[in-house]
């Protein structure tokens, strides 16, 4: 079953209300990526991982990544897309804080330059994108197809609307796509930007549908 992105929304609004937070979600989205991951990359404990995030909730499922990642032996570096007092929710800022602690991934914010890793993870833009790619957005996504390695995009390729399935410029070209909870309609449509695409649960309540589909 294929739904719209304010479908999405109005389930994780119903969710969190019921008491199943957000920052869950989120933890469970980054960890559910990561186990894919993982399946794709099995020697992730010898890479080098780059997580591009941006200032949303998209880029905190990176933050949680990084932690996960951590734990699993690889060489982790995140890269915020801004200064970490302009990230936009709470959640996302709650793992920062938890990252801020862990001298085993290395943080750089508001990045020029960015280093080539092993795997690159896109969790610079999610769902909510309109209109076009601003900086310092663009040149992350121009960095992240311009390297020649494994590249898994978080929820949706940055640039592309979950929605529509129409793509900004520029727009990552992922070779993996781990997307959450159920299908966005738009996704589908773009097999040459998501590459293979994962849909994970990520423990939302059933219940939380209930009035929406």
Aim: net charge neutral; proline share 6%; aromatic share 4%.
């Amino acid at each position: 079953m294929e739904i719209s992105v304010r479908q999405m929304y109005d389930i994780e609004e119903n969710g969190h209300k019921m008491g199943f937070l957000k920052k869950f979600m989120m933890e469970n989205a980054g960890a559910a990526a990561v186990r894919r991951l993982c399946e794709r990359v099995p020697d992730i404990a010898s890479k080098e991982v780059l997580i591009l995030s941006g200032m949303g909730n998209n880029g905190g499922d990176g933050l949680v990544m990084a932690r996960h990642l951590a734990g699993h032996g690889a060489r982790v570096t995140v890269i915020l897309l801004g200064t970490h007092d302009r990230i936009r929710t709470e959640e996302s800022s709650w793992n920062w804080s938890i990252l801020k602690k862990m001298p085993s991934v290395r943080l750089m914010e508001g990045c020029d330059s960015y280093p080539r890793p092993d795997v690159m993870i896109d969790a610079v833009l999610g769902t909510g994108i309109a209109g076009d790619i601003r900086e310092p957005y663009a040149s992350a996504i121009r960095h992240i197809n311009g390297t020649e390695c494994f590249t898994m995009a978080v929820d949706v390729p940055s640039g592309l609307n979950p929605e529509t399935g129409l793509a900004a410029t520029p727009s990552v070209r992922a070779d993996v796509t781990v997307t959450f909870h159920k299908m966005k309609r738009g996704i589908p449509q773009r097999p040459d930007l998501t590459g293979r695409v994962y849909v994970e649960k990520i423990g939302i309540p059933p219940e939380a549908e209930e009035g929406v589909l």
